[in-house]
């Protein structure tokens, strides 16, 4: 039976916490790694001891992979035997009570409120045409607004954003929704683009697309890919090192900024769609590092 284990585990994983695909193949990823090294050792998943999983981990250490890694294939691992004994195929775990590789705590880079004035200012002078330049605008202002997954706004319904809405009702991960607003620099962009989007649609031969940003690729709609290259030509307009710039860096800065202005946790954390305050808890830390590097900038005694 152990070696049937991973794919129930999976289903089940999918079915309860409605587990996106890419979190579905880590875990299927992990584990097959792992049950690859009981195998080595002439052993399966029903019969692996504590030692054969701290051996494992031990192992992952070795083969040069990061605390973050080892620690997510030790979760993988954790949660496949509470599965499996929660089911009766294993009388004892012997995952329970190894303790994984501390996770160091990183802040996220973010960016300056002038730094993302100057990106907002260059979007609208880059791209090989209009077209280009009012849809790179319009890129730019909804993710700032919105604070939106890369993934999100690139995919997003070309329906979401009819009809001058105040809000945007946003498919996030495992399919979860959430309302976020639109500024109203954002709303101008939204309207100014989604006009000349209609009449190019319109003068073309089929079906129209159904996304504000349609692409002539397999997905339809403009890719992570080249909204990646995108944030890295704005940013070269803008003056600033591209290499300190992603899409999350933004959406890092519009956590942070709003943080910084008064914004409530909680309603960063409903915005940004995070499961859990403690991950959104992280930009309390960024604007505590960002006094301290203040202080020891200008305080007369900081030397």
């Not at 051996?55 to 620690?71: H, K, Q």
């Not at 002078?125 to 700032?144: A, E, H, P, S, V």
Request: glycine share 4%.
């Amino acid at each position: 039976m152990a070696h049937h284990w991973i794919h129930p585990f999976l289903e089940a994983i999918r079915a309860e916490r409605d587990a996106a695909d890419n979190t579905i193949q880590a875990y299927y990823r992990d584990l097959v790694d792992f049950e690859e090294f009981l195998t080595k050792k002439n052993q399966d998943f029903s019969n692996a001891t504590r030692g054969d999983v701290e051996e494992y981990i031990v192992e992952l250490d070795t083969r040069g992979m990061a605390e973050t890694t080892r620690a997510r294939h030790l979760s993988s691992i954790k949660q496949l035997y509470r599965f499996a004994f929660e089911e009766d195929w294993i009388t004892d775990n012997p995952a329970m009570q190894i303790k994984g590789p501390k996770k160091k705590k990183h802040l996220p880079d973010t960016m300056s409120e002038a730094d993302v004035n100057a990106m907002l200012e260059a979007a609208t002078i880059t791209g090989r045409n209009d077209f280009d330049k009012l849809r790179n605008t319009c890129l730019m202002q909804m993710l700032y607004a919105t604070g939106m997954r890369v993934t999100e706004l690139v995919s997003l319904p070309v329906n979401a954003v009819r009809g001058d809405p105040e809000m945007l009702l946003i498919k996030g991960k495992g399919g979860k929704e959430r309302l976020v607003p639109l500024s109203t620099p954002a709303k101008l962009a939204v309207a100014v683009y989604l006009r000349e989007r209609d009449l190019r649609e319109e003068a073309k031969r089929g079906a129209e697309s159904r996304f504000l940003f349609p692409s002539s690729g397999k997905l339809g709609h403009l890719t992570r890919v080249r909204f990646y290259t995108l944030i890295k030509e704005i940013a070269l307009k803008a003056n600033i090192d591209p290499a300190k710039v992603t899409p999350h860096t933004l959406r890092h800065a519009f956590a942070t900024h709003l943080l910084a202005n008064g914004a409530d946790l909680r309603v960063i954390q409903m915005l940004l769609g995070h499961a859990d305050v403690a991950t959104t808890e992280i930009y309390t830390h960024v604007l505590d590092e960002k006094l301290r590097e203040l202080v020891f900038e200008h305080h007369p005694l900081a030397d």
